[in-house]
């Protein structure tokens, strides 16, 4: 009778496996494979995934699981964050239950096989929330650093290099380029077949933890273009912590020129001699077409000619927006005038 009631070791359910999620940052640029450190994912991937994209894929899924919103803007943010600077082809979602395999996420990796992959699982309350990212790598580059030190020398064999320095003043180089003034630094690298990828680099100053566009849209929802663009413009200048540009009717023209001619689809004429015209000797130009004002920006921020227009301290500014097939397209010009110029 004793020994019928001695109860044999208790049933223990086996431990609860938290999804690992690779480093959300990185301080270099770098293309490494490696297989993944998460067990469900290196069980249903047996391949390897660019670890830099999958740190990328990491920082969305945590931001999913708090369900808060994402946008093309900071796709791309995370992926330069995570240490990618190339462009991020597609971005693929899924929430399931806890360790279910996400069919659909699979289904679209296996038809990327061969291109950048970046695949995480991040757990929430409501499951696993599931990224993949597929990049668009062209070219190879060495290891290299975001952010340096006045003085510094950046090296790509092969390339040519459109740098926009914190003056906005457009820098060339081939295989090499010494950052000599502090601030951000936009990159552009070519070979024989034309830009490879375009990437910021910073110069003692530390990386923004956010894109420069991005959100919700304000003003555009009520079909209000130009308010919708006049407070990106000013949200741009917050991202930047500078004082904002004046607006110039002579710049809104030489912005609304340009803009008829880019919707139109002819060949710009040279922004410099359009600026001299207005009196301007000093400042560029940028274009942009896209689905929304805040995306139209910040592709023309992406632009090594709309980088110099956007991410540069110009005293005056103007600019042109209209309604086109499939979204909006936008010119924005911005110079220096010098006192003593005036209108020819």
Not at 139 to 163: D, M, S
Request: hydrophobic share 45%; charged share 20%.
């Amino acid at each position: 009778m004793f020994l019928a009631c001695v109860h044999g070791p208790e049933a223990r359910k086996p431990p609860v496996v938290q999804p690992r999620v690779p480093s959300l940052q990185s301080a270099m640029y770098v293309h490494h494979d490696a297989f993944p450190t998460d067990a469900l994912v290196a069980k249903v991937w047996g391949q390897k995934l660019d670890e830099s994209l999958s740190g990328a894929a990491g920082a969305l899924a945590m931001r999913l699981i708090e369900d808060r919103p994402l946008d093309r803007a900071d796709l791309r943010w995370r992926a330069i964050l995570a240490g990618y600077p190339w462009p991020v082809a597609e971005a693929r979602t899924q929430r399931v239950a806890e360790d279910e395999v996400p069919q659909d996420i699979l289904v679209a990796a296996q038809a990327a096989t061969g291109r950048d992959l970046g695949l995480v699982r991040a757990r929430g309350r409501a499951g696993d929330q599931w990224v993949l990212l597929i990049g668009a790598r062209r070219g190879e580059l060495p290891l290299f650093a975001r952010e340096n030190h006045v003085g510094a020398r950046l090296v790509f064999p092969g390339y040519l290099i459109l740098a926009v320095p914190p003056d906005g003043v457009l820098q060339e180089a081939h295989d090499a380029l010494v950052l000599n003034q502090s601030g951000e630094w936009l990159l552009g690298l070519y070979d024989e077949q034309g830009e490879v990828t375009t990437f910021p680099v910073y110069v003692d100053r530390g990386t923004p933890q956010g894109p420069p566009f991005g959100g919700a849209a304000s003003g555009e929802i009520a079909g209000d273009l130009d308010e919708e663009l006049l407070v990106r413009l000013d949200a741009l200048d917050l991202w930047y912590r500078r004082d904002a540009a004046e607006r110039d009717s002579l710049l809104d023209g030489v912005a609304r020129a340009r803009l008829r001619s880019f919707v139109a689809g002819q060949v710009l004429a040279d922004d410099k001699a359009q600026l001299a015209a207005a009196g301007f000797f000093e400042g560029t130009t940028g274009a942009c077409r896209a689905t929304t004002v805040a995306d139209c920006l910040d592709v023309m921020w992406w632009s090594v000619s709309g980088h110099a227009a956007l991410g540069s301290s110009w005293g005056s500014i103007g600019m042109a927006v209209t309604p086109v097939s499939g979204g909006v397209a936008i010119v924005v010009a911005t110079a220096d005038r010098e006192d003593n110029a005036l209108p020819l």
